[in-house]
């Protein structure tokens, strides 16, 4: 059975750091791709950041330079180091792994093989 579990959401004060964790079992980095994304409010949901199989990652504009992931293999670990965080970025943050190509924006926990439960991510100004 294939499960991914997010963890390190909760409050955090405008400009903080906290490091998102995606823990994932029944599949590896080497085997699929793997991503996050955000839903902001009631809205679909936007690739915030992706990393394929080769390592290669990609950051959507509104958090490059700011956000990074990263893995650990040894331990099938996925993070999301935020950075420079603003009340916009204030969203409940899913990790999601698959075969196919992750698109920008689809309907939360739909569209693509594995989805967590998601971690509600909150920025007080």
């Known amino acids: 059975e294939v499960r991914l579990q997010e963890s390190g959401g909760g409050s955090v004060q405008a400009g903080g750091s906290p490091r998102l964790s995606c823990r994932i079992t029944?599949?590896?980095?080497?085997?699929?791709?793997m991503g996050w994304y955000r839903q902001i409010g009631g809205s679909k949901c936007e690739l915030v950041s992706s990393?394929?199989?080769?390592?290669?990652?990609h950051y959507a504009d509104s958090v490059q330079d700011r956000f990074t992931l990263s893995r650990d293999r040894p331990t099938n670990i996925a993070y999301l180091q935020m950075g420079s965080l603003t009340p916009e970025d204030t969203a409940v943050y899913f990790c999601?792994?698959?075969?196919?190509?992750?698109?920008?924006?689809?309907?939360?926990?739909?569209?693509?093989?594995?989805w967590g439960q998601g971690t509600l991510v909150a920025v007080a100004s």
């Open positions: 029944g599949i590896t980095f080497d085997d699929d791709d």
């Open positions: 999601a792994a698959g075969h196919d190509r992750f698109p920008e924006t689809l309907f939360c926990r739909t569209g693509l093989n594995w």
């Open positions: 990393l394929d199989r080769r390592g290669t990652t």
